[in-house]
């Protein structure tokens, strides 16, 4: 083995951690990267004023408030997901 493989060895162990198997309702599989990955691509508060977090938080609280069903139904659906997965072993 030389350097190269080693390299690309690792970085193929790397993207597999990076990443996860999501099945849609309708049992189409597609990779989309993990909770982790997407956390940390898509904290965007860094570069926002202290007012404008808190707007943003005030914004959230009061969608979440209005959109309760929504909610129920997503975590609904979230649980259907991942009793699939469990059963799938993924």
């Known amino acids: 083995m030389d350097f190269l493989e080693l ?7 790397l993207d597999e951690a990076s990443t996860r198997i999501q099945i849609s309702h309708n049992r189409k599989k597609k990779r989309v990267a993990t909770r ?3 956390k940390r691509r898509g904290n965007k508060t860094r570069n926002m004023t202290r007012a404008a977090r808190k ?3 005030k914004k959230a609280a009061r ?3 209005r959109d309760v069903s929504g909610q129920r139904k997503a975590t609904r659906r979230r649980k259907k997901a991942m009793k699939i997965r469990r059963q799938r072993g993924l």
């Open 7 to 13: 390299i690309e060895e690792e970085l193929e162990q």
């Open 36 to 38: 982790a990955v997407q």
């Open 55 to 57: 707007r943003a938080a």
């Open 63 to 65: 969608t979440r408030k």
